[in-house]
């Protein structure tokens, strides 16, 4: 299973933000931190690439599974405000009931 885990998430599973700051170099998290900044890179040049030149910095953030679902969520409520349920295949973490409650 751990196997299955490292495959999937290319072995940069630690994450970053784990100290409070985004920005921060994780020690645990060498990769994430480097992707994170490599993609922080590529962004800035591409907003600079679109146009606008004066960019002096952007910042990728990052997000969990459950704030991604709780904006999903949200955007679904307003799309259909009376709906009342939500059908889930599969809730195997604490976070899918929370994203539900919160949403």
């Known amino acids: 299973c ?5 495959r999937r998430h290319y072995r940069l599973g630690h994450g970053i933000g784990r100290s409070g700051d985004l920005g921060e170099v994780q020690p645990k998290a060498a990769g994430s931190s480097l992707m994170n900044k490599l993609t922080n890179c590529l962004v800035l ?3 600079r690439f679109m146009g606008v030149k004066t960019s002096a910095g952007c910042f990728v953030v990052p997000m969990a599974t459950g704030m ?3 904006l999903c969520m949200l955007t679904l409520k307003q799309e259909r405000p009376d709906s009342k349920f939500v059908l889930w295949s599969r809730i195997d973490q604490k976070a899918c009931f929370k994203c539900i409650i919160t949403a």
Do not use: R
Not at 2 to 6: F, G, K, P, R, T
């Open 2 to 6: 751990l196997a299955l885990v490292a």
């Open 45 to 47: 040049d591409v907003i």
């Open 68 to 70: 991604s679902l709780v």
